[in-house]
């Protein structure tokens, strides 16, 4: 079992400096290289003063000021720091703490950032320059397509690194049964706090964030999307469920649909007097899924004048942590390093 405790903080602030390492290795022994984790993730901020930045490294310095102050004003409206920035560093810690228990050996876990810093690159680099030489990329999504952009900054920083590190990407996690297990459990908490009355007609919602192009350039991930969607709705005992996709640019530009507010007009339409919004992108809160909705798409169903719920991200609680640091000890422990 494990010894991680629900909703446990980083003990210091120190661990929670993006890119920094949250425990520190000690020297390799001959001919026994060192082991790490690079814990991936999109972009976070440490303060609202970050956020331009973050906007403008997304945008490629292409960023109009309107959408810069919308930018903050989102973040701002939160009323809280950046989730993504506090939790990723709480995950990091907390599964360095695990991986240790379970590899028997001290295993640092590196953040790498694709859009602010510390950068992905510049945390192999510094793996690389602390000592280690075999490094895990781990990108906390479902779906594998994101990792290889991942894999890609950090492959790209490993040829370059002053010292010898190799980088591989754990993957194929996303269908375990028990990543399964820990989502229907959130998904039925939160259909279970519906009113009882609107249960009879409730829908389940599942979404992901939408991409550009038409749905043939997109078979695999839709493919995996449904499926992961099918096999958490059957494991929570869900009949009535719907896929749908958020954060889509608006018409004429082509992107993955059907979008979630139309979904939710569309349940209502049919006599639906609740739904479960269920996402599936972002294990993590963020302030995109917050604003998509947790803001527009509660306001679509209050429009249509329906009960409306979402399912908790799995964030840093125990079971998650216990879950994904089996993983990933397994990944190191089995030595499935590349050059």
């Not at 010894?3 to 003990?11: H, I, K, N, S």
């Not at 075999?134 to 002053?162: C, N, V």
């Not at 998904?187 to 409730?202: E, F, G, K, N, T």
Request: charged share 20%.
């Amino acid at each position: 079992m494990s010894e991680l405790e629900p909703g446990r903080q980083a003990d210091s602030p120190q661990a929670a400096l993006a890119g920094a390492k949250v425990a520190a290795p000690t020297a390799p022994d001959a001919g026994e290289p060192a082991q790490a984790v690079l814990l991936a993730a999109y972009g976070a901020c440490r303060s609202i003063d970050d956020v331009p930045q973050l906007y403008e490294h997304i945008m490629r310095g292409r960023c109009s000021p309107d959408a810069l102050a919308q930018g903050v004003s989102r973040y701002r409206q939160t009323a809280a720091c950046d989730p993504l920035y506090a939790v990723t560093a709480r995950q990091a810690e907390a599964m360095s703490q695990r991986l240790g228990q379970l590899c028997s050996a001290p295993v640092p876990v590196y953040i790498g950032y694709k859009h602010s810093p510390s950068f992905v690159s510049e945390a192999v680099r510094q793996a690389a320059a602390d000592g280690i030489s075999r490094l895990a990329l781990l990108h906390l999504s479902p779906f594998s397509a994101g990792t290889g952009m991942y894999m890609h900054e950090a492959a790209r920083a490993a040829d370059g690194a002053d010292a010898p590190i190799r980088v591989t990407a754990v993957a194929n996690w996303q269908e375990h049964p028990a990543f399964i297990r820990l989502l229907a459990r959130r998904l039925r908490d939160a259909y279970r706090w519906l009113p009882a009355a609107s249960l009879p007609s409730a829908r389940v919602i599942f979404t992901v964030h939408s991409k550009p192009g038409l749905p043939s350039a997109h078979t695999a991930f839709i493919a995996q999307y449904c499926r992961l969607a099918r096999l958490i709705a059957e494991e929570a005992e869900i009949g009535r469920w719907d896929i749908a996709y958020r954060s889509g640019m608006p018409a004429p530009q082509r992107w993955l649909g059907p979008d979630v507010k139309d979904v939710i007009r569309q349940a209502a339409g049919h006599g639906c007097q609740a739904v479960v919004l269920c996402e599936l992108t972002s294990l993590t809160d963020n302030v995109e899924v917050y604003h998509d909705l947790g803001e527009d798409a509660k306001r679509q169903a209050e429009a249509c004048g329906i009960q409306f719920v979402r399912t908790e991200p799995v964030n840093d609680a125990w079971d998650f942590i216990e879950f994904i640091s089996d993983i990933v000890s397994r990944h190191l422990l089995a030595g499935q390093y590349s050059a």
